[in-house]
């Protein structure tokens, strides 16, 4: 039994380094191809520059799409996290019946691929002239953000003492004012989390952006098309910014969690 509780073991560690070893290797093949000095893909590098860099910067289009991406991660992601904060303590302060099947519903959009919640929202954005228009790409990427809020939030909540709401509330607070200067204070990390998670997932999203943009560019959209036109370099400078970033924002919620006692340095 010993024998095989330890085999086990070794083969769940070899196959999590192999996965591991999977997502990494795209990552050191893309970032070194970002500072290459050559005309067109070549790996390795016969030499280094940042010639992909300042083609990046330097292109009012590229310019345009990082606006986009960014104003829309922004604003949807502020949407998700008042909707899904909302929804998120409602299901654990006030539950109801049904609310497995509720909590469920709001989850959906993480399990449904997402072709078919871009067709889904392609049709509906079709019918009230919300198609190719700015308000519809962000709720649309609302709707995708939502789902990791709720999920996020939902942890935190339940895990947060019922008790210092009942003492706010027996001293005369209302229900608003213990939501504003008890709860979100107490939960201000777990919240930034959500935040993090949502602007992620909105800045990164192509599938559902592709169905609902029309002529709204964005990052991703960009590349994208710019992968089915010609492959050209300046992806790779882009792409390796968007890792960039992406590291630097969950490495701020890790070191924000552990610093307030939310996360434990051995989940780091």
């Known amino acids: ?56 910067f330097g292109d009012a289009r590229w310019m345009s799409a990082m606006a986009t991406s960014a104003s829309v991660a922004f604003v949807s992601s502020l949407l ?16 109801v019946r049904g609310e497995g099947v509720i909590e469920a519903n709001f989850v959906a959009p993480l399990i449904v691929p997402t072709i078919i919640v871009a067709v889904a929202l392609y049709l509906g954005f079709a019918k009230i002239g919300l198609l190719g228009t700015y308000v519809g790409l962000v709720l649309a990427h609302t709707v995708l953000s939502v789902p990791l809020v ?3 939030l939902t942890v935190a909540i339940r895990s947060f003492d019922f008790r210092i709401e009942q003492v706010a509330w027996s001293l005369g607070a209302s229900r608003a004012y213990t939501i504003v200067k008890v709860v979100l204070p107490n939960l201000a990390p777990n919240v930034f989390a959500a935040w993090i998670f949502a602007f992620i997932s909105s ?20 590349m994208f098309n710019e992968l089915i036109l010609e492959i050209n370099p300046t992806i790779t400078a882009v792409a390796t910014l968007l890792i960039a970033f992406t590291m630097l924002a969950l490495a701020a919620v890790a070191v924000l969690l552990q ?9 780091l």
């Open 80 to 95: 998700a996290l008042l909707l899904g904060g909302l929804a998120a303590y409602g299901l654990r302060r006030a539950p």
């Open 259 to 267: 610093r307030t006692g939310k996360l434990r340095p051995t989940m």
């Open 150 to 152: 709720i999920m996020v």
């Open 203 to 222: 800045f990164d999203e192509v599938i559902v952006t592709n169905f609902i943009a029309g002529t709204w560019d964005t990052v991703p959209k960009r």
């Open 1 to 56: 039994m010993i024998g095989s509780n330890a085999l086990a073991r070794r083969l769940v560690a070899i196959a999590g380094i192999a996965g591991l070893i999977f997502l990494i290797v795209p990552l050191v093949i893309v970032i070194p191809m970002s500072f290459s000095s050559a005309r067109a893909l070549t790996f390795p590098p016969p030499g280094l520059s940042l010639r992909w860099y300042e083609a990046f």
